[in-house]
């Protein structure tokens, strides 16, 4: 079986973007998980962070929210400085695992599955 389907989300969100996180160590009560602290972005952050996983640019960001460009860099770089991250993908990974795959309409989605078969390719 090849390796990423072999992780759920998160493990294959981490496999894809190279983050390597060692296992907790139990602690006396045998629990080897404990929840890192999360950590509070904005609810402007927030909505910032949701079109980055979109894949939007500042400028289609700052043109949805009615800001400047330079508003949305500063935001961007506010969330990529809070949640320790370097690039929009790490953003757009941490916005998946706080809120799921992405769910898009037929107006916004770019990509559906079914996109694949253009061509005139059917899998029937």
Same mark, same amino acid.
């Given at each position: 079986?090849?390796?990423?389907?072999?992780? /759920?989300?998160?493990?294959?969100? /981490?496999? $894809?973007? !190279? +983050?390597?996180?060692? #296992? $907790?160590?139990?602690?006396?009560? !045998?629990?080897?998980?404990?929840?890192?602290?999360?950590?509070?972005?904005?609810?402007?952050?927030?909505? *910032?962070?949701?079109? %980055? $996983?979109?894949?939007?640019?500042?400028?289609?960001?700052?043109?949805?929210? %009615?800001?400047? #460009?330079?508003? %949305?860099?500063?935001? *961007?770089?506010? +969330?990529?400085?809070?949640?320790?991250?370097?690039?929009?993908?790490? +953003?757009?990974?941490?916005? %998946?695992?706080?809120?799921?795959?992405?769910?898009?309409?037929?107006?916004?989605?770019?990509?559906?599955?079914? /996109?694949?078969?253009?061509?005139?390719?059917?899998?029937?």
């Amino acid at each position: 079986m090849a390796r990423g389907f072999a992780h /759920d989300l998160n493990g294959a969100l /981490d496999y $894809a973007l !190279g +983050i390597k996180e060692e #296992p $907790a160590p139990a602690t006396e009560t !045998g629990s080897a998980q404990e929840e890192a602290p999360t950590v509070a972005l904005t609810p402007r952050e927030e909505q *910032v962070a949701a079109l %980055v $996983a979109q894949g939007m640019s500042n400028k289609q960001i700052a043109a949805q929210l %009615v800001v400047s #460009p330079r508003t %949305v860099e500063g935001h *961007v770089e506010h +969330i990529l400085a809070k949640l320790g991250f370097t690039s929009r993908a790490h +953003i757009a990974a941490w916005n %998946v695992r706080q809120t799921g795959p992405l769910r898009r309409g037929p107006q916004t989605a770019r990509w559906r599955p079914a /996109d694949r078969r253009r061509g005139g390719v059917s899998r029937q």
